[in-house]
């Protein structure tokens, strides 16, 4: 659980840097990588 709670951080923390310069090429990885529940956690 803390392994994934440190991976949400990181990706939020990634989004919240380089998502708003290119949120289109920015959500196409990481919404293939994480499913909808995964990624509703980490936002």
């Known amino acids: 659980e803390i392994a994934v709670s440190i991976a949400g ?3 939020a ?3 919240a840097c380089f998502g708003q310069h290119d949120a289109a090429a920015n959500a196409g ?3 293939q990588l994480l499913p909808p529940s ?3 956690q980490a936002i």
């Open 38 to 40: 995964r990624r509703s």
């Open 29 to 31: 990885p990481i919404a």
């Open 9 to 11: 951080e990181i990706i």
């Open 13 to 15: 923390t990634y989004n």
